[in-house]
């Protein structure tokens, strides 16, 4: 018991509590911009029905940069824009434009890979029949990806988990900015191990819920 004495379990909720809220509203700004740029990047690729090599050269080069750039140095480097955009680059809601924009591009990437492992016979017969590229597109190319779409939600889903913990380095709120604040600055071992749990609990309960929606959309 004396292990869990000193635990502050209010502020352990309330950073739980904004945890899920900065993942939930990172995941579908991610969701509603990385889902069309995967798409983009699918169509203007080489071979691909919208083919434009210029084009897509550059929207990859962007992504890339923006894919490459470690996350803390993200968060720092986007604290002017962020106070712009969000009023402040602290708290929950200081948090979210460089969530966003470190896990839009990466998803962005998964969803076309995603796209092309699709097999191309399915684009060409629906081609056939007279489809445009939006039917091909939400008649085809999505529904046979979604295992593999669904699997990169999982995958981005977790990557925004760690980025929630970092982004409490420049008090971003949630389990990170509490570990930080009670288990690095107070030395306080037990908050920092509470931490730790919830976050691994969350990103099990992520990865199991993933998994079942792979099944369930896999064609057997």
Sequence with gaps: MDFVAN?????????????????????????????????????TGRRQL??????????????NILRSVPFI????????LTEIIAGTSLGVQG????????????FARLVETALREVDRGIIEATQAMGATTRQIVLGALIPEALPGIAAAVTVT?????????????IG????????????YHRHQNDVMAITVILLLLLVQTLQMSGDKLVLRFTRR
């Design 172 to 183: 971003g709120g949630g389990l990170g900015d509490l570990a930080i604040r009670y288990g």
């Design 73 to 80: 140095i993200l968060l720092i480097l986007m604290m002017p």
């Design 50 to 63: 919208l083919e434009h090599m210029a084009f897509y050269n550059v929207l990859s080069f962007a992504v």
């Design 157 to 169: 889903a977790i990557a925004l988990v760690s980025y929630t913990a970092m982004s409490g380095i």
């Design 7 to 43: 635990i502050p379990w209010a502020e352990i909720g309330e950073a739980s509590l904004d945890t899920l809220l900065m993942l939930g509203i990172s995941m579908s700004f991610t969701l509603v911009l990385g889902l069309p740029l995967g798409i983009l990047l699918f169509l």
């Design 95 to 106: 948090s979210i434009p460089p969530l966003v924009a470190g896990a839009a591009p990466f």
